[in-house]
């Protein structure tokens, strides 16, 4: 009855004109953030973060979470039409979806991709209405200890699914803490790390980092090479884009299997979106009684993991808004957004924001519709923004990350620090550091200082309250079992196998 | 990227890593550990400076384990159009001060598509001026989001 009672309170807030509109803003600009390769929606979140300052926060949300799952679903269209993954959640649609565009059942696939999202993206929603607000119900018990060791389990999940060598994901971690810990410690006013400079007395601001390390980094990447890649003829007509009857027939395990394991491995931190759609397509194929045919262009092998990577978000929002704890690099840059328009994503966010929680999720009932929309009829359409120059691009995308990091504080000093973000993300994709463990524990870095010092307050210097309270020690115990699984042969195996699918 | 220059970077970023652990025990060191009210400042950083020194060095020690690097060899072309793109983008907030977002972003953009690119000057020149005047219409006069002003003011 809550629930209802909070659902119709969300959709008197998501269908205020305002927020139809950024919502249909957010879809959109995901679509096309989605289809374009090299521009994933880390980055353009992180660009466009800066611009939401002014916006009602209600809307700003709206509209970010908008281009999270819109991306989802563009994603899709590359690797169909060009065999080349939009964004890494798609990689493996690429598998059956480029196979069957060369088939000439480019249309279907794309159908078929959309209507997946759509029924396992909303699935995904409705498990984020029902199971949100009864874990942030059994998180007020929480305290220090206990957000230490959740912050610290949520790392390390991140640490384990981030790279192959979980050295560097452990280092990029600690850097991300490093950096975090840059500018005035709040407990004793001591300046940490400032080099001498005035600027880094406030410390350094999430937005410069995310932008260089995401946004730039990216450019940088997609700079490297000159060639453009060739794309498949997009079918038009909506009655071209629908599968047929023995398609749907096809595909129904696939929109329950994507629809489950994409919320579960969602709820996970670290899982993320390209996990989930591996999942998917290997239960897939797995349960299938043609599995052999599985890489030829098969439907179901692109209806499921399409899927997966949709009800994925619905997942990754729960630890998020119930626990402030972001499981991926885009999640954490969502939480960064809530805390700078001033909330402090937890326990207490639905109870004190419930406008802002429940009209997200009633945003997303509604997006999901507009993104099915937008993506059957209207794909021809937006394939037409694969034909934009790259050289026409990329400045845009420099010039919106600049125009971003200096909208933040007018500082010029804040656009030298872009500059070696930028570098810093290039390098660490060069060598092979994920910067999703770096963004994480920048983003987290403050929150588990503080938890710690204050568990150390109430224990009067004695580590031991860490493990004397039962949740936290449990939790802990967790986080040095999941950064204990390397040393173990097969479950690494395991681990490095989800990896190279990534 | 290629397998050799992973594996050397590897061994570089572990010493660069180790480097920076080491100052951030050194900087912690200074500061108040534990004190009457609970960890001082100092506190934290001490620990992950410990783990970045141990875990830098854990990386240098296998890298020179496992003896030289086989692989493919650097592509310095890709790498240099990289580098290129980032020196570009530095000389262009370089001339912020001086000339202002808007020229400043037109040659950026000219540069990208003339150089990187190797279009006609003409397009080249039309890109630029085409996306300079935008970013300024939208951002500037639309959004009311300030830019980098220069010695023209604008």
């Known amino acids: 009855m809550e629930i209802l009672a909070g659902l119709f309170h969300g959709f008197a807030v998501a269908l205020e004109p305002a927020n139809l509109f950024w919502c249909f803003v957010g879809v959109l600009l995901g679509t096309v953030v989605g289809i374009l390769p090299g521009l994933g929606p880390p980055a353009t979140i992180a660009m466009l973060l800066p611009l939401t300052f002014n916006m009602n926060p209600a809307g700003a949300i709206i509209m970010l979470a908008g281009i999270y799952y819109g991306a989802k679903y563009g994603g899709s269209t590359t690797s169909i039409l060009m065999n080349v993954p939009g964004e890494s959640a798609s990689v493996v649609t690429c598998l059956d979806g480029y196979q069957m565009a060369k088939k000439g059942r480019a249309g279907p696939a794309l159908g078929i991709a959309a209507i997946a999202s759509f029924v396992a993206g909303t699935v995904g929603v409705l498990g984020l209405m029902l199971v949100a607000p009864p874990i942030a119900k059994f998180a007020l018990s929480f305290s220090s200890p206990e957000y230490f060791a959740l912050m610290s389990l949520g790392l390390a999940l991140v640490v384990l699914l981030a790279g192959r060598s979980i050295v560097k994901a452990l280092l990029a971690a600690l850097v991300g803490l490093w950096i975090a810990s840059v500018g005035t410690d709040l407990f004793s006013s001591t300046s940490r790390f400032t080099f001498g400079q005035m600027e880094l007395l406030s410390g350094i601001d999430f937005v410069v980092v995310a932008i260089g390390v995401f946004a730039l980094a990216e450019v940088m990447v997609n700079m490297e090479a000159r060639e453009e890649t060739q794309l498949l003829p997009v079918p038009k007509g909506l009655k071209n884009l629908l599968p047929t009857m023995q398609d749907l027939k096809d595909c129904r395990f696939a929109f329950l299997n994507g629809s489950v394991i994409g919320f579960l491995v969602g709820a996970l931190p670290g899982g993320g979106s390209t996990i989930a759609s591996f999942l998917s397509y290997g239960l897939e194929k797995a349960v299938s009684p043609r599995r052999e045919q599985f890489g030829t262009g098969v439907i179901e092998g692109v209806a499921a993991p399409e899927g997966a990577n949709n009800s994925e978000t619905g997942g990754a929002l729960v630890p998020l808004l119930t626990l402030g704890i972001p499981g991926s690099g885009t999640t954490a840059i969502l939480l960064a957004a809530l805390v700078l328009w001033g909330f402090k994503p937890g326990p207490l966010f639905i109870p004190e924001h419930p406008a802002l929680f429940w009209g997200l999720v009633a945003s997303m009932y509604i997006g999901n519709v507009m993104l099915l929309i937008l993506n059957l009829p209207l794909v021809p359409l937006f394939a037409q923004v694969l034909r934009m120059p790259v050289y026409v691009l990329y400045p845009l995308i420099l010039g919106v990350s600049m125009v971003g990091v200096y909208s933040v504080s007018g500082s010029l000093f804040d656009l030298l620090l872009l500059l070696v973000f930028g570098l810093l993300g290039y390098l660490m994709r060069k060598l092979d550091y994920p910067s999703a463990p770096l963004i994480l524990g920048l983003a987290l870095g403050a929150g588990m200082e503080r938890a710690l010092r204050q568990s150390l307050m109430m224990s009067e210097g004695k580590l031991s309250i860490l493990v004397a309270r039962p949740i936290s020690a449990v939790m802990l115990s967790f986080a040095v079992l999941v950064l204990l699984i390397p040393m173990f042969g097969k479950l690494n195996a395991w681990r490095l196998r989800a990896l190279e699918q990534d | ?154």
């Open chain 2, 1 to 154: 990227m290629e397998d050799a220059t992973r594996k050397s970077g590897d061994l570089w970023s572990g010493v660069a890593l180790a480097a920076l652990g080491l100052y951030i025990i050194i900087q912690a060191g200074q500061w108040e550990y534990l004190g009457p009210e609970g960890p001082g400042a100092g506190f934290f950083p001490l620990w992950y400076g410990v783990a970045i020194l141990a875990l830098s060095v854990l990386l240098v020690v296998s890298h020179l384990k496992r003896g030289s690097a086989r692989g493919d060899a650097t592509d310095w072309n890709k790498l240099g159009r990289a580098l290129s793109t980032w020196l570009a983008l530095a000389v262009s907030v370089a001339l912020f001060k001086p000339l202002g977002f808007v020229i400043s972003f037109a040659l950026l953009t000219y540069c990208i598509v003339a150089v990187m690119y190797r279009r006609p000057l003409a397009t080249a020149a039309l890109t630029a001026v085409a996306s300079a005047a935008g970013f300024y219409l939208v951002f500037d006069r639309a959004l009311g989001v300030p830019l980098p002003v220069g010695v023209l003011g604008f």
